[in-house]
């Protein structure tokens, strides 16, 4: 099989496994890794995101695993394609695997990697920081500033809301969404109130903790509650922040009726993924609440918007930007690699997902980091 040369840069040729990368990742450790392994290694030399018939076209008729990233959908024609190769690993470049057909790849012995850990605190600040420019209205005034209309201080210039001691919402109380949680009641005193199937005992038992530390040096303490509903959480909130994974039951979980229980004032953050919001409902809402206001980093048709989106003045929007710092993007290269090479090595799974850091040193355990289907691909878990 030969890719254009120009667009693909062949590492160790005589490599024993063949791994396509469909894309430039940050840093050198991750190649390291998978040189070091042995690896014959292909990249895309681009940036940019590759279509299905790409991918497949990389894939070939020999390879063992890839390297893909959360804009390429890594479905039935993909794994098809990856299975009769002889691959037995796809590792996702994200966290989130919403773009991959995870039972396709499981009924076709295909392990499924992803990064968790190293985009949690990356993440829970980026959500952080839309929700206070969006609060504090700081894309507004910087526009304002750039376009020269500052004419002075007025008690009444570009007015926002104080969030300190008021009510932060997430829903989706996992990794991202607790970090995320725990920074707004330490930092801003909010009490909390959190919507997820599962009960989070640990976020729940730290908030309570918090509190009464709050008590002994004379303060008001904080409160954590988990709402019996989506509208419940929605109502109640002065800010939300949205942290659920994108499946069936959470697409467009919030829509026009759910935007209209949210308060007049309220703040909606979204750094999950696009869908979780009907957009077309959002841009109206927008619209018609000039006080509601709205930090994006996802998209629910990424990379366009919605019309009517980027005119809003009560959005602050960047493009996907979560896990973008240089040291978790780095990290993220590094753990997908390692999926791979140790699916290649026959490693069983690393049975500590809070302690993913051991893998980010020069030594690292033998063990692969991170597989979502591994319990039902049987894969053994590293015996502690
Ligand atoms: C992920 O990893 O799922 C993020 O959306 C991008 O880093």
């Given at each position: 099989?030969?890719?254009?040369?120009?667009?693909?840069?062949?590492?160790?040729?005589?490599?024993?496994?063949?791994?396509?990368?469909?894309?430039?990742?940050?840093?050198?450790?991750?190649?390291?890794?998978?040189?070091?392994?042995?690896?014959?290694?292909?990249?895309?030399?681009?940036?940019?995101?590759?279509?299905?018939?790409?991918?497949?076209?990389?894939?070939?008729?020999?390879?063992?695993?890839?390297?893909?990233?959360?804009?390429?959908?890594?479905?039935?024609?993909?794994?098809?394609?990856?299975?009769?190769?002889?691959?037995?690993?796809?590792?996702?470049?994200?966290?989130?695997?919403?773009?991959?057909?995870?039972?396709?790849?499981?009924?076709?012995?295909?392990?499924?990697?992803?990064?968790?850990?190293?985009?949690?605190?990356?993440?829970?600040?980026?959500?952080?920081?839309?929700?206070?420019?969006?609060?504090?209205?700081?894309?507004?005034?910087?526009?304002?500033?750039?376009?020269?209309?500052?004419?002075?201080?007025?008690?009444?210039?570009?007015?926002?809301?104080?969030?300190?001691?008021?009510?932060?919402?997430?829903?989706?109380?996992?990794?991202?969404?607790?970090?995320?949680?725990?920074?707004?009641?330490?930092?801003?005193?909010?009490?909390?109130?959190?919507?997820?199937?599962?009960?989070?005992?640990?976020?729940?038992?730290?908030?309570?903790?918090?509190?009464?530390?709050?008590?002994?040096?004379?303060?008001?303490?904080?409160?954590?509650?988990?709402?019996?509903?989506?509208?419940?959480?929605?109502?109640?909130?002065?800010?939300?922040?949205?942290?659920?994974?994108?499946?069936?039951?959470?697409?467009?979980?919030?829509?026009?009726?759910?935007?209209?229980?949210?308060?007049?004032?309220?703040?909606?953050?979204?750094?999950?993924?696009?869908?979780?919001?009907?957009?077309?409902?959002?841009?109206?809402?927008?619209?018609?609440?000039?006080?509601?206001?709205?930090?994006?980093?996802?998209?629910?048709?990424?990379?366009?918007?919605?019309?009517?989106?980027?005119?809003?003045?009560?959005?602050?929007?960047?493009?996907h930007l979560g896990s973008a710092s240089t040291w978790t993007r780095e990290a993220m290269a590094v753990l997908a690699s390692l999926n791979v090479t140790g699916m290649l090595m026959g490693y069983p799974l690393w049975p500590h997902p809070e302690r993913i850091s051991a893998f980010l040193g020069e030594e690292y355990p033998e063990a692969v980091p991170s597989i979502v289907n591994a319990g039902k691909l049987g894969i053994p878990v590293l015996k502690a």
């Open positions: 099989m030969s890719l254009d040369s120009s667009a693909w840069k062949v590492l160790q040729p005589d490599g024993k496994w063949r791994v396509v990368v469909t894309g430039k990742l940050p840093g050198n450790r991750w190649l390291e890794i998978l040189l070091a392994a042995g690896c014959r290694v292909e990249i895309r030399a681009s940036g940019e995101t590759l279509t299905t018939r790409e991918v497949r076209d990389a894939i070939g008729d020999r390879c063992d695993a890839c390297i893909g990233r959360l804009t390429e959908k890594c479905d039935e024609e993909v794994l098809a394609c990856l299975a009769s190769a002889g691959g037995r690993v796809y590792s996702n470049y994200a966290v989130g695997y919403d773009n991959v057909d995870i039972d396709g790849a499981t009924a076709r012995g295909i392990a499924v990697g992803n990064t968790p850990g190293v985009l949690t605190e990356t993440t829970a600040e980026m959500a952080v920081a839309l929700t206070f420019a969006a609060a504090r209205r700081v894309a507004e005034g910087d526009r304002f500033m750039r376009e020269g209309r500052f004419s002075g201080w007025q008690p009444d210039l570009l007015l926002g809301e104080l969030l300190w001691r008021k009510t932060v919402g997430i829903l989706g109380a996992g990794r991202i969404g607790s970090a995320y949680a725990r920074m707004m009641v330490e930092g801003h005193k909010m009490g909390l109130i959190y919507y997820d199937k599962e009960r989070n005992q640990p976020l729940e038992d730290y908030v309570t903790a918090y509190g009464d530390f709050l008590v002994s040096r004379g303060e008001e303490p904080v409160t954590c509650r988990r709402a019996r509903s989506v509208d419940e959480l929605l109502r109640e909130a002065d800010v939300v922040s949205l942290h659920a994974s994108l499946d069936d039951s959470t697409c467009h979980i919030i829509d026009a009726a759910r935007l209209n229980l949210m308060r007049e004032n309220a703040v909606l953050v979204n750094t999950s993924r696009g869908p979780l919001i009907d957009e077309e409902a959002l841009v109206a809402h927008c619209g018609a609440h000039p006080l509601f206001r709205v930090g994006l980093d996802v998209y629910e048709d990424e990379p366009d918007m919605r019309p009517g989106l980027s005119g809003l003045e009560n959005a602050v929007i960047v493009p």
